[in-house]
């Protein structure tokens, strides 16, 4: 079976917050959490910590790294179904 993960800014989406929101919650700017939602591949622990609190997710199912990534691989599931 495969791991479902969800992007970040997905997970912020059903958490019900705008970006601007979600980054007055972290104490970021909102430009920089854009920056985080396209490319999460170099965040610390801490960082993935707040991020699972304030979406009330699991770690394990936010996926971090590149938004990109992400879509191609979701692309290249489909076609082998």
Known sequence: MEKV????DAARHNAGYS???????????YQTLASW???????????IERL????????????FGKKNDFI??????ATRN
Do not use: M, W
């Not at 970006?19 to 700017?29: F, P, S, V, W, Y």
């Not at 191609?72 to 599931?77: K, M």
């Open 5 to 8: 993960q969800i992007t970040l």
């Open 37 to 47: 939602e396209r490319d999460s591949s170099n965040l610390g622990l801490a960082t």
């Open 19 to 29: 970006q601007k929101e979600a980054a007055a919650r972290l104490g970021i700017h």
């Open 72 to 77: 191609r691989s979701l692309r290249q599931r």
């Open 52 to 63: 699972s609190q304030l979406y009330q997710i699991p770690k394990a199912v936010l996926f």
